[in-house]
């Protein structure tokens, strides 16, 4: 067995284990501090949104690519003068094409800006593709995917609640699929990298991911605390950090399994590519799945443990556990008092003695047998002649 598997097994039979739930406050700190950064990043920076999503004019062009390729095209897009052109994106495409982006234009400016990447290119204005894009198509794509982002929660928090029979479960995933959703959108404010349908399409593939390893911690859950208010021995709190000490090596097998080869498709999309919709998906698969795997192991449980713990019943529970705690620690504790007790009292008594004579200055009284002095010097009892004793 190797090492990592002594370790779950050890995990699962509760001789090793790390107090997740006892530590909460921390985690929550550590997400708080997250969500913060990851809202201050939107407002602050905000998204970085696509050509499908503002509109514009797309235009990709083969060109062998150096390392003034993207300020050389921005420039001589820039001269053109076009009406409403702004700043254009450039970027390149591995080692031989280059794509510029602008804002909605003119049909006479889209020509010119065309003429001007051809005549930059090295290439006819025909080996120059444009496309129009609209930006109320990505509206609608934007508009959509938060349909689907409700109806996918509303469901969800049906489908758990009826699963589990419990409705604070329920309430514990859907804030842990806001927290994994929040964080994922900020990373992406905070990199740059550009929203496109791709990216929408891993927001909402990662919720996914992330329910299924919260699922998998709250039914070990509902194992360990299934009849729990009839005893003594366990709070809530105790079962559910049992749970989670119990699943998390899968969830951490299954979360790396995951992520090998979206990290690869984001190194492909990011390094190979340069651009386009691997790297979009990838990047939010792959921030989506390890942020999903942290919430399932330190946020979610622990939102059902301290709504559960709030519950009567639990309460009741929690002072029988701690009372139960209390006993045992006093039986302990009580042979060792015990025997404390009893070698404190043997010392009285031998030591009564000498103390009253040491308090009345007295010397001790002799015996009243005869004694004599040895050869040694030490008093020695005198017998009678053998004639005198009684018969």
Same mark, same amino acid.
């Given at each position: 067995m190797s090492k990592l598997g002594q370790i779950g097994a050890k995990l699962h039979r509760g001789e090793v284990s790390y107090d997740f739930i006892g530590h909460r406050k921390f985690w $929550?700190?550590? #997400? @708080?501090?997250?969500?913060? @950064?990851?809202?201050?990043?939107? $407002?602050?920076?905000? /998204?970085? %949104?696509?050509?499908? $999503?503002?509109?514009?004019v797309e235009y990709e062009a083969k060109v062998k690519v150096t390392d003034a390729t993207v300020q050389d095209f921005g420039d001589v897009v820039k001269a053109t003068n076009a009406k409403g052109l702004g700043d254009p994106v450039v970027t390149t495409i591995n080692n031989d094409k280059v794509r510029v982006q602008t804002k909605p234009l003119e049909q006479?400016?889209?020509?010119?800006?065309?003429?001007?990447?051809?005549?930059?290119?090295?290439?006819?204005?025909?080996?120059?593709?444009?496309?129009?894009i609209g930006a109320s198509w990505g509206q609608q794509i934007a508009d959509?995917? @938060?349909?689907?982002?409700?109806?996918? %929660?509303?469901?969800?928090?049906?489908?758990?609640?009826?699963y589990f029979r419990e409705a604070k479960a329920s309430m514990a995933a859907i804030i842990a699929l806001i927290h994994d959703v929040t964080i994922t959108v900020g990373v992406y404010a905070l990199i740059g990298f550009d929203v496109t349908p791709a990216t929408v399409i891993g927001v909402l593939t990662i919720l996914g991911y992330s329910l299924y390893d919260t699922v998998v911690v709250f039914d070990k859950v509902r194992e360990n605390t299934r009849g729990i208010t009839g005893s003594n021995r366990f709070t809530y709190s105790d079962a559910t950090n049992l749970a989670v000490n119990q699943?998390?090596?899968? #969830?951490?097998?299954t979360?790396?399994?995951? /992520?090998?080869?979206?990290?690869?498709?984001?190194?492909?999309?990011?390094v190979v590519l340069g651009t386009g919709p691997l790297k979009d998906l990838s990047l939010a698969l792959f921030v989506g799945i390890a942020v999903g795997a942290y919430s399932s192991i330190f946020i979610a449980p622990s939102l059902l443990a301290v709504f559960k713990e709030r519950e009567p019943g639990m309460q009741a529970l929690s002072k029988r556990v701690a009372s139960k705690k209390a006993q045992v620690a006093a039986a302990a504790a009580a042979p060792a008092a015990v025997a404390t007790a009893g070698a404190a009292s043997r010392t009285a008594v031998q030591d009564a003695p000498r103390k009253a004579e040491r308090a009345t200055g007295s010397a001790p009284t002799p015996s009243t047998r005869p004694m004599k002095a040895a050869a040694a010097g030490r008093p020695q009892p005198t017998r009678k002649p053998r004639s005198k004793r009684g018969k």
């Amino acid at each position: 067995m190797s090492k990592l598997g002594q370790i779950g097994a050890k995990l699962h039979r509760g001789e090793v284990s790390y107090d997740f739930i006892g530590h909460r406050k921390f985690w $929550f700190g550590l #997400s @708080i501090a997250l969500v913060v @950064i990851s809202i201050g990043g939107l $407002f602050a920076r905000g /998204l970085a %949104l696509g050509i499908e $999503f503002r509109g514009g004019v797309e235009y990709e062009a083969k060109v062998k690519v150096t390392d003034a390729t993207v300020q050389d095209f921005g420039d001589v897009v820039k001269a053109t003068n076009a009406k409403g052109l702004g700043d254009p994106v450039v970027t390149t495409i591995n080692n031989d094409k280059v794509r510029v982006q602008t804002k909605p234009l003119e049909q006479n400016d889209i020509g010119r800006v065309r003429d001007a990447i051809a005549k930059e290119a090295g290439v006819p204005s025909e080996q120059v593709t444009s496309q129009q894009i609209g930006a109320s198509w990505g509206q609608q794509i934007a508009d959509k995917a @938060i349909v689907a982002l409700i109806v996918f %929660l509303v469901l969800v928090f049906a489908v758990i609640w009826l699963y589990f029979r419990e409705a604070k479960a329920s309430m514990a995933a859907i804030i842990a699929l806001i927290h994994d959703v929040t964080i994922t959108v900020g990373v992406y404010a905070l990199i740059g990298f550009d929203v496109t349908p791709a990216t929408v399409i891993g927001v909402l593939t990662i919720l996914g991911y992330s329910l299924y390893d919260t699922v998998v911690v709250f039914d070990k859950v509902r194992e360990n605390t299934r009849g729990i208010t009839g005893s003594n021995r366990f709070t809530y709190s105790d079962a559910t950090n049992l749970a989670v000490n119990q699943t998390v090596v899968r #969830s951490i097998n299954t979360t790396v399994t995951a /992520l090998l080869p979206v990290g690869a498709i984001l190194v492909v999309g990011t390094v190979v590519l340069g651009t386009g919709p691997l790297k979009d998906l990838s990047l939010a698969l792959f921030v989506g799945i390890a942020v999903g795997a942290y919430s399932s192991i330190f946020i979610a449980p622990s939102l059902l443990a301290v709504f559960k713990e709030r519950e009567p019943g639990m309460q009741a529970l929690s002072k029988r556990v701690a009372s139960k705690k209390a006993q045992v620690a006093a039986a302990a504790a009580a042979p060792a008092a015990v025997a404390t007790a009893g070698a404190a009292s043997r010392t009285a008594v031998q030591d009564a003695p000498r103390k009253a004579e040491r308090a009345t200055g007295s010397a001790p009284t002799p015996s009243t047998r005869p004694m004599k002095a040895a050869a040694a010097g030490r008093p020695q009892p005198t017998r009678k002649p053998r004639s005198k004793r009684g018969k």
